[in-house]
Structure formats: C-alpha cells, structure tokens
C-alpha cells in the first residue's frame, strides 16, 4: 500500500506511514467483526476509532481517506464483502 501511494504521488509523503497504519488497524478491526457489510464497518471502525483513541477531526478525515485509497485500489471491497 505504501508503494502505491508513493508510485501514485495521492498523498504528501511524510502521511504515508500514517495511511499504510489506518488500513493496517482497519483490517485487524475487521479480522475481530468478521465479514460484513463494508460500508457499515468503515463508519463502525472510523466512530470505534474517535472514541477509543480521542482523535482530532483531521485524524478522522485522514483515517477516511487511507480507507478509501486502500479499499477502492487495491479490490479490498470485494474479499471483506460478505
């Protein structure tokens, strides 16, 4: 993920590790719920995510955006979909 995101320029690169650390928990938060609806687990790992780490507004909008990069580029959508 990190690659594409350099290779690709999406994102400035002193954020990448930040990107690459949002799909990492994002995946081992799904591994813990099983499969199921994506869209739903994104907003429940994203709400999840706010409460238990107290995050600002931004990290929020940057965990979304990693989530999107990953999930819409690298067909992840279709393995976590039940």
């Known amino acids: 993920f990190q690659a594409f995101l ?3 320029k999406l994102v400035q690169e002193k954020n990448i590790p ?4 949002w ?6 938060f799904v591994y813990k719920k099983g499969r199921r609806n ?3 687990l994104v907003l429940e790992f994203l709400e999840d995510q706010q409460k ?3 995050m ?5 909008r940057q965990a979304k955006q ?3 990069l990953y999930l819409d580029h690298f067909n992840a959508r279709a393995v ?3």
Do not use: H
Request: no cysteine.
């Open 52 to 54: 238990t780490r107290k």
């Open 38 to 40: 994506i869209d739903e």
């Open 18 to 21: 930040f990107y690459a650390l």
């Open 56 to 60: 600002e507004d931004w990290q929020i």
């Open 6 to 8: 350099i290779s690709g």
């Open 66 to 68: 990693a989530l999107k």
């Open 23 to 28: 799909a990492s928990r994002f995946l081992a």
């Open 80 to 82: 976590l979909m039940v």
